[in-house]
């Protein structure tokens, strides 16, 4: 069974950094590429980044480029969200989800598996 | 960034109806976009990718149309457990997510 634990979310006052973590088991991790999605409460999905199975490329959304820095330990099948400079905006639950790709483009993938989420709230 | 606009963002109907959900992005996508369901505290789930593919398991009353800039969910049945919120995302430029149709009952 495939399982995503997130942990390390918290309070954290603006300007603030935290450190997500999540464990994947149930699959062959180092054969995925990995996400960040986050939900601010009561609202929609947003994708925050991405990192290729073997963690060569990365990518981010523009409102984090600079802030967070996404990583992953093959070794030890987690995933990692370095979150610095945080903001009020980036209040959100925190998923780690799976890529999944359907073509060899490299541009046809969706989320197929997440976490159940780790809260960052921002707030002095 | 490609933005994707949804529409409409909440309707109201009833079990029977056919429900249509709009999706239409900011450039050409080709047909790199995916529909999922979201249901209050749980997961989002995928009903089709690839803008018409039908993911396993999922109900054929679900179906998925488009291409380049503008897209549709359908749903030709509208059942009990339907009633949740739909997202598409695309993935042709980095990942967006729509604004998201919230389904109500009527």
């Known amino acids: 069974e495939v399982q995503l634990v997130e942990s390390g979310g918290g309070l954290v006052q603006p300007g603030g950094s935290l450190r997500l973590s999540c464990a994947g088991s149930?699959?062959?991790?180092?054969?995925?590429?990995m996400s960040w999605v986050r939900q601010a409460p009561g609202k929609g999905l947003e994708w925050v980044a991405n990192?290729?199975?073997?963690?060569?490329?990365?990518n981010y959304v523009d409102s984090v480029k600079g802030r967070f820095t996404i990583s992953r330990d093959n070794a030890k099948n987690s995933l990692n969200l370095q979150m610095n400079s945080l903001r009020a905006e980036d209040t959100a639950v925190y998923y780690c989800a799976r890529d999944y790709h359907f073509d060899t483009s490299g541009r046809g993938y969706y989320f197929d598996y997440r976490g159940q989420g780790t809260l960052v709230t921002v707030s002095s | 960034d490609i933005q994707m606009t949804q529409s409409p963002s909440s309707l109201s109907a009833s079990v029977g109806d056919r429900v249509t959900i709009t999706c239409r992005a900011s450039q050409s996508i080709n047909r790199y976009l995916n529909w999922y369901q979201q249901k209050p505290g749980k997961a989002p789930k995928v009903l089709i990718y690839?803008?018409?593919s039908l993911q396993s398991g999922v109900p054929s009353r679900f179906s998925g149309s488009g291409s380049g800039t503008d897209f549709t969910l359908t749903i030709s049945s509208l059942q009990p457990e339907d009633f949740a919120t739909y997202y598409c995302?695309?993935?042709?430029?980095?990942?967006?997510f729509g604004g998201g149709t919230k389904v109500e009952i009527k």
């Open positions: 690839a803008a018409s």
């Open positions: 995302q695309q993935s042709w430029g980095t990942v967006t």
């Open positions: 990192i290729e199975d073997n963690g060569s490329e990365k």
């Open positions: 149930g699959f062959t991790f180092s054969t995925y590429w």
